[in-house]
């Protein structure tokens, strides 16, 4: 099935009610019907490129644009928005587990706005440009941007983040299943992240720049590309062990099972059926 939006589309989000929303580089976002069926409802955000879209609690779509502001539309798409004026284009929109709505963008700021967007938000100093943003299942907020890092903020949006060096600049965030944070950068790596923060990251090699991260229902992750290409790995824990166990026919060793399971979880033997006078190598 395929849609024509009309131009580049730069971002997608899902609705409530299971539409797909598409925004592009023609100032438009578009509501496709749930079958795709028939004409999608257009609203026009304006001002050039819509680069961020997301879905706040209440179910009302928000769009972030390269014209600095923010535009929050009635459930229907029906009426004017309300709009928020984040300064400088708007590269990405997360929602807050308070319900509140956190803009990062090109002027090296994020935004946490209040919950009707009425009133002066929180800012949080990133550093350089905010590329993306993700929110932790503990509720922090990442940030990660052009200057390499990642932030994850204080849930008040008080105090100090705790600082990740990606190595690379970061293009996207994502959360696993398990609650880890996944970053995606220019330097063609996708790194796991212990929940804490502590502790060095778990590396899969996607060998170019990683421009996007998703997690799929069975709980895969997708990278994908400037490679063009989109890959899918296998990031939950006990599906791993158990193909690891059978791609080595061995246990792992302690060494190993920090670089491809995780520091955050204790050694135990991957191969669980194996005799118990099976030896493990150190």
């Known amino acids: 099935m395929v849609l024509a939006h009309g131009g580049w589309v ?32 257009v609203l026009a955000h304006g001002g050039g490129w819509v680069l961020s879209l997301a879905v706040l609690a209440d179910g009302k779509l928000a769009s972030g644009g390269f014209d600095g502001k923010i535009k929050l539309w009635p459930k229907d798409g029906a009426g004017e928005p309300v709009v928020l004026a984040h300064g ?48 932790l299942k503990d509720g922090r907020l990442a940030s990660g941007g052009s200057n390499e890092v990642i932030k994850l903020w204080p849930k008040e949006g008080t105090g100090e983040p705790v600082v990740l060096a990606h190595g690379g600049s970061v293009s996207s965030l994502t959360v696993l299943g398990d609650g880890r944070l996944a970053s995606g950068g220019q330097d063609g790596k996708v790194k796991l992240w212990p929940k804490e923060g502590m502790g060095e990251p778990v590396v899969l090699a996607h060998g170019a720049g990683v421009l996007s991260l ?48 995780s520091s955050d979880t204790p050694w135990q033997p991957s191969c669980r059926d194996l005799p118990s006078n099976w030896r493990t190598p150190d």
């Open 10 to 41: 730069y971002s997608l989000a899902v609705l409530k009610d299971g539409r797909l929303a598409s925004g592009g580089d023609d100032g438009k976002i578009k509501l496709w019907p749930k079958e795709a069926a028939g004409e999608p409802v």
């Open 88 to 135: 400088e284009d708007v590269y990405s929109l997360a929602v807050l587990r308070d319900g509140r709505l956190a803009s990062g963008g090109f002027d090296r700021v994020i935004k946490l706005w209040p919950k009707e967007g009425m009133g002066e938000p929180v800012v949080l100093a990133h550093g350089e440009v905010v590329s993306s943003l993700a929110v």
């Open 214 to 261: 998703a997690m799929l229902g069975d709980g895969r992750l997708a990278s994908g590309g400037k490679d063009g290409k989109i890959k899918q790995w296998l990031v939950d824990e006990e599906k791993l062990i158990a193909a690891l166990c059978l791609r080595a026919g061995r246990n792992l060793t302690k060494a190993e099972w920090a670089s491809y399971i």
